[in-house]
């Protein structure tokens, strides 16, 4: 299609960062913007970005996102004559593309006949196979038979390991790598719940797991005039739970030889496609024989785009806009494309690495984005926002730009230390100690990297500077009791009769065990007291500290401090966050800290400092701790959910004798399926039922 069709208003299909993205180049252009969002996302950043916005239903994606009907009806409603669907949900969905362009709504990306090809696994593989021979592909089967005795077949005769993926989804979903015939069954089962549930389909594929490759992609970009172009590689190797962590452009281990061939045979399958919009062809490459097989090709804009955006000066989103409405990419900068630099792009997860990367959910009690040079954030979060259950727990993506390699590491280090998101555990400190690793900066990757390395199993050791950082949780209360003061303000705080009694008080840090003991006060000469709302350069104290393990004191150690300037922000709720500066021992740094929820606010004290390795410490007030006696568990201990889920499936009825490490329940949270098994024999008791929707720790069964 050669002539131009004006978009007027555009409904992002989506949520989260993508749909802000989407929105600020939609506000660039001048195109008015429609947001749907479900019952969790009503007080998101995205629905208060955009011009408009359509409630679409309950929480869980099957009922709201996933729900063309239901934003075609919005599309309708809003007047919006376009729908960009962002990535995931439905993005790659052939039947809503093809309803959108049946009712006169260009669908921002391409034609439904390209989804349908290329976007299946199975299909694509197919296609290539019969039409471009010249393109490699990875031993596997890709065939209609989906019956489980024939794919159980068909893995042992590919060989082990083997991998099983959802034929119609991406995102490490529907995923499984399996080592063994005796797993198969139970695997396959799982992989076709989970596919069906993300996508829609159940069908998968099964390929040969390589164990040492890497995993690389080609962006590419077409119009409606047959023009395709590609935007060079992103590298992608750095993966957990088949899901991409860090990315990069360009790879370490590219030379001029292999990315031609690479970007040609992406070149080529764009073309056979007749592609229109933004796609990304990704291949497995063999790191010893530097040999690359297709591994599938996705439809959409990638969550990673913004390395490429930084290295080549495009903005992607704008081009998907521009292709959809009849322009000619040839007009561009496309066909003269230069890379400039190195860009490096690491995903902020709410995740415990230390907990096999258990999702994690809970409040954004404090969000402070790194202010250097060439450094972006694509995030849909601010202070306050929930990261729930139902969605991916994504956080942010941080990207950064520099002209080599060595220093885009050195930049994206200094940026994941200084971003604040207090509240909730997160994976920053594990991609910090990634970006460290001496075989990370030689560039020598592989998919495997993570659990070659171990890095996210190291034990958990206090940082050697917990004791003393406790000071500031300390310096913090002191502060928001003295603003708080109605009474006696101009008598100074502590003020007794006993003059060699200080005050105490008492933190447990990082680990439970260990109770921080301080002793302080507040130090003021004859004459010299201030009231706290009048300006003074610093207030000073006097601060003794120990660390008290299994109830076996430590030194006392002293500590000189002065506490400088304190913001305090508070929210809707009275929850208190802010920036604390102060002295200690000589050394003047900045603390954010946000306190608990309003039942915790005195007790639950969250601190970060760029200098604490980027890991907030929860400092829990002494005064306020169940005794370790209330949480002991007998030898039969209650089987609890490690996060909040969903029950999918109650595997065994209540009341049933069951053998160790049998499979009694399957469980979702965040789009990732566990089942629980186990751990004994004995007789079990249900506490829960299928469709119960649960909070962390909550007792799930008993073994007995």
């Known amino acids: 299609m050669s002539h131009s069709q004006p978009i007027r208003k555009v409904l992002i299909a989506n949520r989260g960062e993508i749909a802000c993205r989407v929105i600020k180049t939609c506000r660039k252009l ?107 592909l990875i031993p596997g089967y890709n065939g209609a038979d989906q019956n489980i005795d024939n ?45 069906l549930r993300s996508f829609g389909s159940d ?34 190797s750095i993966q957990r739970r088949h899901q991409k962590v860090i990315e990069e452009t360009p790879s370490p281990m590219m030379d001029d030889a292999l990315r031609a061939a690479m970007t040609a045979a992406a070149v080529k399958i764009g073309k056979l496609l007749r592609y229109e919009g933004a796609g990304t062809i990704e291949f497995i490459v063999d790191d010893a024989s530097r040999k690359f097989y297709f591994l599938e090709m996705n439809t959409r804009l990638q969550v990673e785009h913004p390395v490429t955006e930084l290295v080549t000066g495009l903005d992607l989103v704008e081009l998907q806009i521009l292709v ?21 792009e690491c995903r902020l997860y709410a995740e415990d690495p230390e907990n096999d990367f258990l999702p994690c959910t809970g409040k954004i009690r404090r969000w402070k984005q790194c202010t250097a040079e060439n450094v972006r954030y694509d995030s849909g979060i601010e202070s306050g926002s929930e990261i729930s259950i ?11 730009w520099a002209p080599t ?12 230390r200084e971003t604040v998101a207090l509240g909730v555990t997160t994976n920053r400190k594990f991609l910090i100690q990634v970006l460290q690793h001496p075989r990370f900066q030689s560039g020598k990757l592989s998919t495997r990297f993570i659990d070659q390395e171990g890095i996210h199993k190291q034990s958990l050791v206090p940082h050697p500077d917990e004791d003393r950082l406790a000071i500031v949780p300390m310096l ?107 002295t200690i021992d000589g050394v003047t740094r900045d603390y954010n800290i946000a306190n608990g929820s ?59 004798e069951v053998k160790k490490n049998q499979a009694l329940l399957t469980m979702e949270s965040m789009k990732t399926e566990v089942r629980l098994y186990s751990r004994h024999d004995g007789v079990v008791t249900l506490h829960v039922g299928e469709g119960d929707t649960i909070e962390a720790g909550t007792t799930l069964c008993e073994v007995k």
């Open 405 to 416: 390699r060595d220093q885009a590491i050195q930049k994206m280090s200094l940026a994941l």
């Open 30 to 136: 001048g195109i008015s913007t429609v947001a749907v969002y479900s019952e969790s996302d009503q007080n998101a950043l995205f629905v208060r970005m955009a011009d408009e916005a359509v409630f679409i239903g309950p929480s869980p994606s099957s009922e709201s996102y996933l729900r063309g009907d239901k934003i075609l009806e919005a599309c309708r409603t809003t007047g919006a004559d376009a729908v960009h669907p962002g990535y995931g949900f439905l993005s790659e969905n052939t039947d809503f593309a093809r309803a959108c362009t049946d009712a006169g709504i260009n669908f921002i990306g391409p034609q439904p006949e390209s989804i349908l090809a290329i976007g299946d696994k199975i299909a694509s593989k197919n296609l290539l196979a019969a039409k471009e021979p010249s393109i490699p």
């Open 324 to 344: 959809a409405q009849g322009f000619d990419l040839s007009q561009t900068q496309l066909p003269n494309l230069k890379l400039n630099g190195s860009s490096i």
């Open 598 to 656: 309003i039942e915790h606010n005195s007790t639950e004290i969250y601190v970060h400092t760029k200098d604490f390795g980027g890991k907030q410490i929860l400092f829990q007030r002494k005064d306020r701790l169940k005794s370790a006696a209330e949480g002991e568990d007998d030898v039969f201990s209650p089987y609890t959910a490690p996060m909040p889920c969903k029950i999918l499936k109650l595997l065994v009825p209540s009341g049933a």
């Open 476 to 582: 913090w209360g002191w502060h928001l009791r003295e603003q708080a003061r109605t009474e006696l303000k101009y008598i100074p705080s502590g003020w007794r009769y006993v003059k060699h009694k200080k005050q105490q008080d008492g933190y447990y840090g990082e680990v439970p065990e260990r109770l921080i003991e301080l002793q302080y006060e507040h130090v003021v000469k004859a004459g010299g007291w201030v009231p706290p709302n009048q300006k003074l350069a610093e207030k000073k104290f006097d601060v003794l500290y120990r660390a008290m393990v299994d109830q076996q004191p430590g030194e006392w150690r002293r500590a000189e401090v002065g506490l400088g300037k304190v913001v305090v922000d508070e929210d809707d709720l009275g929850e208190h966050s802010g920036v604390l500066r102060c």
């Open 151 to 195: 794919l159980i077949q068909q893995a042992i005769r590919i060989d082990f390991p083997v991998l099983l993926k959802a034929s119609a989804g991406g995102g490490g979903k529907g995923m499984r790598i399996v080592h063994e015939a005796a797993a198969l069954k139970d695997e396959i089962e799982m992989a076709k719940s989970e596919a």
């Open 203 to 236: 069908n998968l594929l099964i390929e040969k797991y390589f164990g040492n490759a890497r995993h690389i992609e080609i962006q590419i970009m077409g119009d409606k005039h047959g023009n395709v172009y590609h935007c060079f590689e992103r590298e992608c």
């Open 390 to 400: 139902y969605y991916d727990p994504m956080i942010s993506k941080i990207s950064v």
